[in-house]
């Protein structure tokens, strides 16, 4: 299973900025997928999640009403649209995945997801 995250970029506070996370290998709708992020000095932390099929989704706090996690299993593809964009949410972002059985489960820490992508880095100035 390989994933790919992709979408990064350098933007101004209050402006939005779409993630995705394509999924290889496997069919995306066996995983829960999440949404991590990590800045320079700090551990990577819990941003979304979304159970397979879509119907679950959990965000960390300070993402709440600004983040939306989706998927599409037919495209094999997972989003993360961030909206009003802070300069405290510059980071590298990680998408991951957990296979389960489950189709409502949903997972937010960092230790239970099994497969993880590179990383894509997303700059927002003030």
């Known amino acids: 299973v390989q994933l790919q995250a992709f979408g990064g970029g350098s933007v101004q506070a209050g402006d939005s900025l779409r993630l995705s996370c394509a999924v290889s290998?496997?069919?995306?709708?066996?995983?829960?997928m999440g949404w991590f992020r990590q800045s320079p000095g700090k551990e990577r932390e819990f941003v979304a999640a979304?159970?397979?099929?879509?119907?679950?989704?959990r965000y960390v706090d300070s993402a709440a009403g600004r983040f939306t996690i989706s998927r599409d299993n037919a495209k094999n593809l997972v989003y993360l649209k961030m909206m009003s964009l802070k300069p405290e949410d510059t980071a590298v972002y990680y998408c991951?995945?957990?296979?389960?059985?489950?189709?409502?489960?949903?997972?937010?820490?960092?230790?239970?997801?099994?497969?993880w992508g590179q990383g894509t880095e997303v700059t927002v100035s003030s």
């Open positions: 290998g496997r069919s995306a709708g066996s995983f829960v």
């Open positions: 979304i159970s397979r099929s879509g119907a679950n989704t």
């Open positions: 991951a995945a957990e296979a389960t059985f489950s189709t409502l489960q949903v997972y937010t820490r960092r230790e239970t997801y099994d497969y």
